[in-house]
T-cell receptor, first 115, second 111 residues
Framework: ETGVTQSPTHLIKTRGQQVTLRCSSQ?????VSWYQQALGQGPQFIFQ???????GRGNFPPRFSGLQFPNYSSELNVNALELDDSALYLC??????????????FGSGTRLTVV | DQQVKQNSPSLSVQEGRISILNCDYT??????FLWYKKYPAEGPTFLIS?????DKNEDGRFTVFLNKSAKHLSLHIVPSQPGDSAVYFC??????????FGAGTRLTVKP
């Protein structure tokens, strides 16, 4: 059983550029959530995808968008990058209602630096 | 609107002693709480959870206590081991499939 895999692990982008982050969910999981973790803070919810549809969204602007594919893998796209977008981006997978008893399975994250 | 707060950014304890990590919340609608543990360069790992209908849940060396009237929960680790040194996050699922996390407490267990 594989865990959650994220790519790339590190990325440096220039302000105004666009970025795509990728996530492969754990085997058997059909729900993917994305979180942003700024330095010294806890993860903040960006959005969740379930059955290829957005299934909840946090307080992030529309330039943060996502996709989920039939194999349950997911992408996070961020347009018009700003310096404040520099953070660790975490992908978490779960199986529907399991998240309350077993929590999410997180990937190791993508460290994005915007310069 | 943070809703889940961990007011102690760090905690240091001696190996073999008890570690107590605290968490406060403001949303009385939370019906489940979870603790995650995070090592450097890794994602958070689920540790233990508790339903709001319970006041205690135990799993080996880890016990979580919930005080609903005080909107407070705590994680007890007994005995603490050097491998427990990590950042611990308290979290609660919100209505919008949004897991609300505290800012984390860095636990250091000294040999």
């Amino acid at each position: 059983e594989t865990g959650v895999t994220q790519s790339p692990t590190h990325l440096i982008k220039t302000r105004g550029q666009q970025v795509t982050l990728r996530c492969s969910s754990q085997s058997g999981h059909n729900t993917v959530s994305w979180y942003q973790q700024a330095l010294g803070q806890g993860p903040q919810f960006i959005f969740q995808y379930y059955r290829e549809e957005e299934n909840g969204r946090g307080n992030f602007p529309p330039r943060f968008s996502g996709l989920q594919f039939p194999n349950y893998s997911s992408e996070l796209n961020v347009n018009a990058l700003e310096l404040d977008d520099s953070a660790l981006y975490l992908c978490a997978s779960s199986f529907e209602g399991d998240r309350r008893n077993y929590g999410y399975t997180f990937g190791s994250g993508t460290r994005l630096t915007v310069v | 609107d943070q809703q889940v707060k961990q007011n102690s950014p760090s905690l240091s304890v001696q190996e073999g002693r008890i570690s107590i990590l605290n968490c406060d919340y403001t949303n009385s609608m939370f019906d489940y709480f979870l603790w995650y543990k995070k090592y450097p360069a890794e994602g958070p790992t689920f540790l233990i959870s508790i339903s709001s209908i319970k006041d205690k849940n135990e799993d080996g060396r880890f016990t979580v206590f919930l005080n609903k009237s005080a909107k407070h929960l705590s994680l007890h680790i007994v005995p603490s081991q050097p491998g427990d040194s990590a950042v611990y996050f308290c979290a609660a699922p919100n209505n919008n499939n949004d897991m609300r996390f505290g800012a984390g407490t860095r636990l250091t267990v000294k040999p």
